[in-house]
């Protein structure tokens, strides 16, 4: 079930890494299709970065 949980996070994430095609009532079958993999890893990078650098800041 990790797996599906995952999916639907970064299905529904504004970072275009997977879009939801066909819901289905029960979600380990419904249908995604890949977004733009480069934007989503450079937004996900970004995101990663500012999180990394506000914990530093935080115990500086």
Do not use: C, W
């Not at 079930?1 to 009532?25: F, G, N, P």
């Not at 029960?26 to 977004?35: E, M, N, Q, R």
């Not at 993999?37 to 506000?54: F, G, P």
């Amino acid at each position: 079930m990790t797996i599906v949980l995952a999916i639907e996070t970064m299905s529904q994430l504004q970072i275009d890494a997977l879009r939801l095609v066909e819901a289905t009532d029960d979600p380990k079958f419904a249908t995604y299709v890949l977004g733009n993999a480069s934007a989503a890893t450079r937004r996900l990078r970004a995101l990663a970065d500012v999180i990394e650098r506000r914990g530093h800041d935080t115990f500086a």
